[in-house]
């Protein structure tokens, strides 16, 4: 007669096997979707470096050379007005009665 243990030994030989092949699964499972995520990440890296390269890059140096023309623009504006006020100066030098400051 064959102890009774056998089939209770057996059950848990199978259930072993089972949980082995489902552990197994899970790692596989786990290990592709961490490249699914590093793939996904890698992705959308490349992404913002392409945008930057082709999109925001070129807008942000066309940016700065505007605000460059803006600022010569400024400093000739401020040239040309000391101009006008060494030209109003001169002016009143020459005119009789008029002195050269300005009473506020």
């Known amino acids: 007669m ?6 209770t030994l ?9 949980n082995n092949q489902m ?5 596989r499972n786990a ?17 913002l470096i392409w945008s930057y390269i082709h999109i925001i890059g070129p807008l942000l140096m066309q940016m700065l ?3 460059n023309k803006i600022q ?3 400093s000739q504006a401020q040239n040309q ?4 006020t060494d030209s109003l100066e001169k002016l009143r030098s020459f005119l009789p ?3 050269s400051t300005s009473a506020h």
């Open 81 to 84: 007005l000391s101009g006008f």
């Open 65 to 67: 050379d505007t605000l």
């Open 97 to 99: 009665g008029a002195s």
């Open 31 to 47: 290990r592709f979707h961490t490249l699914l995520k590093l793939l996904f990440y890698a992705l959308i890296a490349a992404v």
């Open 2 to 7: 064959p102890p009774e243990g056998g089939g």
């Open 23 to 27: 552990l197994r699964a899970m790692r």
């Open 72 to 74: 010569g623009a400024s």
């Open 10 to 18: 057996q059950e848990i030989l199978r259930l072993t096997k089972e």
